[in-house]
């Protein structure tokens, strides 16, 4: 079965550059979620999605930062216009959404690096 | 507060003997969701096992299991007959009340085995 699937698996950009990155959740799962991984901060919350709907957005840093889920099977996470301080490894991940044992399950990640 | 503390930023261990990671949580609510992931070197996040506040049994899962202490508010992995492949970070997360789906992380620990 697949898993999460992440794309790019590594991206280059210079500031100011628009940046997207995209992820398939597993299929059937209705909670999907974007982490940030940094050394200085470690795993954040971004921002997670039940059933397409965005729950909670509160770890979204700031208005550069924008996620969207068109439909069950696709988000994206989209940062406009990007800076160095951005650079970081985001994990997409995706659960049943239902409480107990609903681990989530992690893409393999997409590394960023903004010159 | 910090929700999960983690307080060993570095473990290491010896070839088939056993550690444990320590992990502390913070939570006022009853109903709560305790989670083990590592993170190989090659980055993806893989999830380990699961404790849920109310299970009466520690959680085993192969040479996993879990420590947990209700009253101290801890939940400590323990690795049994470590092996080479063990050496990766150790995060530790919670998920807190019911219907939540987001998960909490701690800063992680990496662990070292030695041969």
């Known amino acids: 079965d697949a898993g999460v699937i992440q794309s790019p698996r590594h991206e280059v950009t210079e500031m100011g550059q628009e940046v997207t990155l995209r992820c398939k959740p597993i299929s059937g799962h209705n909670s999907l979620f974007w982490y940030r991984q940094t050394m200085m901060r470690g795993l954040e919350l971004l921002i997670y999605?039940?059933?397409?709907?965005?729950i909670d957005d509160s770890g979204m840093p700031e208005d550069r930062f924008s996620a969207k889920m068109p439909n069950a099977s696709f988000s994206t996470l989209k940062i406009q216009p990007s800076e160095p301080r951005d650079s970081a490894v985001y994990f997409c991940?995706?659960?049943?959404?239902?409480w107990g044992t609903g681990e989530l399950f992690f893409g393999e990640g997409s590394r960023l690096t903004v010159l | 507060a910090q929700k999960i503390t983690q307080t060993q930023p570095g473990m290491f261990v010896q070839e088939k003997e056993a550690v444990t990671l320590d992990c502390t949580y913070d939570?006022?609510?009853?109903?709560?969701?305790l989670f083990w992931y590592k993170q190989p070197s090659s980055g993806e996040m893989i999830f380990l096992i699961y404790?849920?506040?109310?299970?009466?049994q520690n959680a085993t899962e192969g040479r996993y299991s879990l420590n947990f202490q209700k009253a101290r508010k801890s939940a400590n992995l323990v690795i049994s007959a470590s092996q080479l492949g063990d050496s990766a970070m150790y995060f530790c997360?919670?998920?807190?009340?019911?219907?939540?789906?987001?998960?909490?992380f701690g800063t992680g620990t990496r662990l070292t085995v030695i041969p």
């Open positions: 939570t006022s609510d009853p109903s709560y969701g």
């Open positions: 997360a919670m998920r807190e009340g019911p219907g939540a789906n987001n998960l909490f």
């Open positions: 991940a995706s659960s049943l959404g239902t």
């Open positions: 404790q849920g506040s109310y299970d009466q």
């Open positions: 999605f039940n059933n397409n709907v965005p």
